[in-house]
């Protein structure tokens, strides 16, 4: 299944509660398994809460299950006590998960599954944020936020973690984003994406935008980091 549709699809179940789906956090299709690889079921479970660690009850988890050269989607909601529960069948080495809110932006994640049986993934959903062209944004990224960036199957599948901050765009013009880390020794990226356009991947870009678009501006840590981090989104309208 190609990044596109899968794009296309994650912006219809957004669209039911925000009208935006987020290009950054858009899973692919792993690469298909050999014939001769078993299959199996894995029974997942796990909590969604907001970034206050709050419960976050009915958001909806999509598992992107994977058989025989296949790709089908399985869902689940989260409860009053912010826990859900799917089983899955796979002959890969993972899936794919997205977990989704009216109001926040999604998260997707990565869940190994090597072998049947249980395993456990949970989710952490930020409160959409947004600001204006022109302004800027302080910015903390955990490693166990939203994967971002495309699955390149090759050790660890997603080769970021991100938060992203949304841009509103009041005139047309040329805007300029950059992202500081307050960390010397840690070096971001961004990713920038519209309705028409998608950058990815250095500190700085720039980009024509048009009079009442919404940028998503996804902040990049590399995927493998230990630690969270603070950055600084910086955004010019000329």
Known sequence: MSRMVLVAFLACVASACDGHGSRTNSPTA?????SAARTFQ????????????????????TVYQFVSGQTSLLTAT??????????????????????????????????????????SQSFRLYRIR?????????VIV??????????DHAGYPYPWVCRTVRVMVSSSGLMSAEVV???????????????????CCSARVSLQVSAGEEI???ILMGATASASETFTLKTSLE
Not at 184 to 197: D, K, R, T
Request: glycine share 12%; proline share 7%; charged share 20%.
């Open 42 to 61: 894995v029974h997942l479970t796990g909590i969604v809460t907001d970034e206050e660690g709050l419960p976050a009850s009915g958001a909806t988890i």
């Open 30 to 34: 792993p690469t298909p398994a050999p």
């Open 142 to 151: 955990a490693p166990d936020d939203s994967f971002c960036g495309d699955d």
């Open 130 to 138: 947004r600001i204006t062209a022109g302004e800027s944004a302080r």
């Open 216 to 218: 998503l501006a996804s």
């Open 78 to 119: 989260s409860d009053a006590s912010d826990m859900y529960e799917v089983t899955f069948s796979t002959d890969s080495r993972g899936v794919d998960a997205v977990a989704v809110k009216g109001g926040y932006e999604q998260t997707g994640r990565y869940i190994r599954a090597a072998n049947a049986g249980p395993a």
């Open 181 to 199: 880390s307050e960390n010397p020794g840690v070096s971001p990226a961004l990713e920038i994406g519209s309705s028409h356009q998608f950058l």
